[in-house]
Structure formats: C-alpha cells, structure tokens
T-cell receptor, first 115, second 114 residues
Framework: DQQVKQNSPSLSVQEGRISILNCDYTNSMFDYFLWYKKYPAEGPTFLISISSIKDKNEDGRFTVFLNKSAKHLSLHIVPSQPGDSAVYFCAASTYSGGGADGLTFGKGTHLIIQP | DSGVTQTPKHLITATGQRVTLRCSPRSGDLSVYWYQQSLDQGLQFLIQYYNGEERAKGNILERFSAQQFPDLHSELNLSSLELGDSALYFC?????????????FGPGTRLTVL
C-alpha cells in the first residue's frame, strides 16, 4: 500500500523550460511534505518543504504547490538547468507522531534536462 | 557533503551472515534515522533514534536491530541475511525528534548478499 505516489518514473525537459514533478498521497494525516534530490552514488539532498497550512512555498528556482483537497503536490523548477538532472523524491510526514516519525517516500521521478 | 558519514561504503556477504552498518550524524544532531532503498520498494523508513532512545519504528524486520550510543553515532545490525536484504542502506540525521525538520542523508552503504 503506497501512501506516497510519483506516477511518472521519468521526465525529460528542455533546458530553460519549466519542469513540473507531481506527487499524490493517500494518508490524510500527512501534514508536512518535502522534496529531495538524489544523484547517483549519493544520499538524497533536501530541496524544499511545505507545511499543510500553506499552499505554496518558493525557494529560488524551486516552488512547491500543495492541493490538500486533491491530496496532490507538485514541484516546479524554473528555469531548468542541466545540473537539475537527478532523481527527485517526494516525501511526507505527520506532525502528531501517531505513526512513525520517519519520512514516507515516493519511488522517485528521474528528471532529465536536455540541452 | 551533508556531514553525515556512513561506513562501510560497500559490503558483500553471504546468506545467513550478520553485518553491522555504522552512521555518524551531523555535529549537534540528536536524531538518527535508518532507511532501506531496494530496487522495487524505493526508500523505506526502518527506525529512528533520538538522543539514545528508540523513537519510532517503521518497516523494520525482526532480524534487524539498531542502537544509538552516548556519542550519538548509530549502528544498524542485520542478521540471518537473505538475498532480499541486498539494498542501499541510508542513515539520516536531524536536529530534533520531529521528522518535519529536514533530514540530512549520508552517502549510504550498499549491501550485497550472495
């Protein structure tokens, strides 16, 4: 039972264009969401996060949008650069601590930026 | 470099054996998390320690155990190894116990069980 789903295993985008990565979740108890980026042979690196009390959070070229009613979040990267080519993981957690305090991850989307 | 170190980088062993993976968190971080990344399951949370105490459990098998020492480094012990235990094992740390703080991941230990 996957509680966090990233339905696109890969995504190819031209350099300079917008990259949009999507994530859906099923557990309504999740109230904090994070995006991680991972290069081969390295651990995941934190990118950006959003609390459920917000619907948008921006950090430079990265913006995360949260639609709680649809249980959907997305990561926008504008403009896309070659160094953005990596696997992106969506992750979620609960504040209340009723369950595990670890993050629940999606399976990742491999973003490829074409020159 | 996240500041989280993991040893060894690679480990090759046989079925039935026992191994220990080691993690040193970032300086000042009290929480340590262990994750397993296998090809078909993605990143799965195993267990969390906070300041030496077990804080939360995820999908950790009974054959696996962990501990966090007074100097805050942590070890993950995997016993009676099976072929399916072959995976990347990541350790992460964060300053406080709540997972909504960003977690900083180490480079991982690749375990191969033959």
């Amino acid at each position: 039972d996957q509680q966090v789903k990233q339905n696109s295993p890969s995504l190819s985008v031209q350099e300079g264009r917008i990259s949009i990565l999507n994530c859906d979740y099923t557990n309504s108890m999740f109230d904090y969401f994070l995006w991680y980026k991972k290069y081969p042979a390295e651990g995941p690196t934190f990118l950006i996060s959003i609390s459920s009390i917000k619907d948008k959070n921006e950090d430079g070229r990265f913006t995360v949008f949260l639609n709680k009613s649809a249980k959907h979040l997305s990561l926008h990267i504008v403009p896309s650069q070659p160094g953005d080519s990596a696997v992106y993981f969506c992750a979620a957690s609960t504040y209340s601590g009723g369950g595990a305090d670890g993050l629940t991850f999606g399976k990742g989307t491999h973003l490829i930026i074409q020159p | 470099d996240s500041g989280v170190t993991q040893t060894p980088k690679h480990l090759i062993t046989a079925t039935g054996q026992r191994v220990t993976l080691r993690c040193s968190p970032r300086s000042g971080d009290l929480s340590v998390y262990w994750y397993q990344q296998s090809l078909d399951q993605g990143l799965q949370f195993l267990i969390q320690y906070y300041n030496g105490e077990e804080r939360a459990k995820g999908n950790i098998l009974e054959r696996f155990s962990a501990q966090q020492f007074p100097d805050l480094h942590s070890e993950l012990n995997l016993s009676s190894l099976e072929l399916g235990d072959s995976a990347l094992y990541f350790c992460a740390s964060s300053p406080r116990g709540r997972s909504y703080n960003e977690q900083f991941f180490g480079p991982g230990t690749r375990l191969t069980v033959l």
